[in-house]
């Protein structure tokens, strides 16, 4: 299994382009989920989905959406990028469980720069 | 709102010696899950140990075990026997089934020193 995987590993863009990240995971896990990581300040969640062609907002919405179209596969999305998204973005996911929850396993990262 | 808090930013531990890392949350959950993730240079994040909210017994993975103080609201992670490859940073994060949410810490970074 590759686990939690990301496309791209690193990507540089000027203000106002758009770009999708991608994630994927084999594990049949029914939750994923997209995190920012900026210095000093841990992880804060964009988005999240608890099943196929569900989403819903995080911490830090504003500036992107994101589409589960298919289980094994959520979309990370910027329309307009803003030097302010520059950041390590993260993919995880996690089994859902009666009144339980699974770890999360995460992807190894995207580092996004925003010029 | 819950909040998870980890007040030093950063830590020392010589190689071979104990360290604890502090956490604390806010919730009025009574039912979730918390964990800490180590997050080496190479940036993947990897799960060190977990702790169920309804359980009264500690944690415990090899050399890493928590103080889980339901009461305080405390999660500390204590690592004996340091090791070089401990040095990372830790993220202590907060899961309540309710809300389908994870909350994260800011992070401690460990030193480890030979």
Same mark, same amino acid.
């Given at each position: 299994?590759?686990?939690?995987?990301?496309?791209?590993?690193?990507?540089?863009?000027?203000?106002?382009?758009?770009?999708?990240?991608?994630?994927?995971?084999?594990?049949?896990?029914?939750?994923?989920?997209?995190?920012?990581?900026?210095?000093?300040?841990?992880?804060?969640?964009?988005?999240?989905?608890?099943?196929?062609?569900?989403?819903?907002?995080?911490?830090?919405?504003?500036?992107?959406?994101?589409?589960?179209?298919?289980?094994?596969?959520?979309?990370?999305?910027?329309?307009?990028?803003?030097? #302010?998204?520059? #950041?390590?973005?993260?993919?995880?996911?996690?089994?859902?469980?009666?009144? #339980?929850?699974?770890?999360?396993?995460?992807?190894?990262?995207?580092?996004?720069?925003?010029? | 709102?819950?909040?998870?808090?980890?007040?030093?930013?950063?830590?020392?531990?010589?190689?071979?010696?104990?360290?604890?890392?502090?956490?604390?949350?806010?919730?009025?959950?009574?039912?979730?899950?918390?964990?800490?993730?180590?997050?080496?240079?190479?940036?993947?994040?990897?799960?060190? =140990?977990?702790?169920? %909210?309804?359980?009264?017994?500690?944690?415990?993975?090899?050399?890493?075990?928590?103080?889980?103080?339901? %009461?305080?609201?405390?999660?500390?992670?204590? =690592?004996?026997?340091?090791?070089?490859?401990? %040095?990372?940073?830790?993220?202590?994060?907060?899961?309540?089934?309710?809300?389908?949410?994870?909350?994260?810490?800011?992070?401690?970074?460990?030193?480890?020193?030979?």
């Amino acid at each position: 299994n590759a686990g939690v995987t990301q496309t791209p590993k690193f990507r540089v863009l000027k203000t106002g382009q758009s770009m999708t990240l991608l994630c994927a995971q084999d594990m049949n896990h029914e939750y994923m989920y997209w995190y920012r990581q900026d210095p000093g300040m841990g992880l804060r969640l964009i988005h999240y989905s608890v099943g196929e062609g569900t989403t819903a907002k995080g911490e830090v919405p504003d500036g992107y959406n994101v589409s589960r179209l298919k289980k094994q596969n959520f979309l990370l999305g910027l329309e307009s990028a803003a030097p #302010s998204q520059t #950041s390590v973005y993260f993919c995880a996911s996690s089994q859902r469980r009666a009144r #339980s929850t699974d770890t999360q396993y995460f992807g190894p990262g995207t580092r996004l720069t925003v010029l | 709102a819950q909040t998870v808090t980890q007040s030093q930013p950063e830590m020392s531990v010589q190689e071979a010696e104990t360290v604890t890392l502090s956490c604390t949350y806010d919730t009025s959950e009574s039912d979730y899950y918390l964990f800490w993730y180590k997050q080496p240079p190479s940036r993947q994040m990897i799960l060190v =140990i977990r702790q169920e %909210a309804y359980k009264q017994q500690n944690a415990t993975e090899n050399r890493f075990s928590v103080n889980f103080q339901k %009461a305080a609201k405390s999660f500390s992670l204590k =690592i004996s026997d340091s090791q070089l490859g401990d %040095a990372a940073m830790y993220f202590c994060a907060y899961y309540n089934s309710g809300t389908y949410k994870y909350i994260f810490g800011t992070g401690t970074r460990l030193k480890v020193l030979a």
